[in-house]
């Protein structure tokens, strides 16, 4: 059974930073491109960062570039989102994703066929 499960997330000040995790069980994580995703209040989900099979290459949403970095550990079949410098329109459920075979930016662009997504961690930005 494919699972993908993320932690980290919490309630954060702006400017204040988070790591969130999410491990992969069930595949051949090394294989699949990943990402994180992330729905606000009211709005639709989207990419923020995706990364490809080994981790070297990257793709981030515009909003985020020089804030979050997305990291890879195939060998504990986790990948990582760092995020500093947090704002209030960071706020929302994080969700973290997997798909065979699509390029980082394909996925971030949303991919409709992503084989797996976890169930996201809320990250808050509030003072």
């Known amino acids: 059974q494919l699972e993908l499960v993320e932690s980290g997330g919490g309630l954060v000040q702006p400017g204040g930073a988070l790591r969130l995790s999410c491990v992969a069980s069930?595949?051949?994580?090394?294989?699949?491109?990943v990402g994180w995703f992330r729905q606000a209040p009211g709005k639709e989900r989207e990419g923020v960062s995706c990364?490809?099979?080994?981790?070297?290459?990257?793709n981030y949403k515009d909003s985020v570039k020089g804030r979050f970095t997305i990291s890879r550990d195939n060998a504990k079949n986790t990948v990582y989102l760092q995020i500093n410098s947090l704002q209030a329109e960071d706020t929302g459920i994080y969700y973290c994703?997997?798909?065979?075979?699509?390029?980082?930016?394909?996925?971030?662009?949303?991919?409709?066929?992503?084989?797996?997504w976890g169930s996201g961690t809320p990250v808050t930005v509030s003072s």
């Open positions: 069930g595949f051949t994580f090394d294989v699949y491109t």
């Open positions: 990364a490809s099979p080994s981790g070297g290459r990257t």
């Open positions: 994703a997997a798909e065979r075979g699509v390029s980082p930016r394909g996925l971030c662009d949303g991919s409709p066929s992503v084989a797996v």
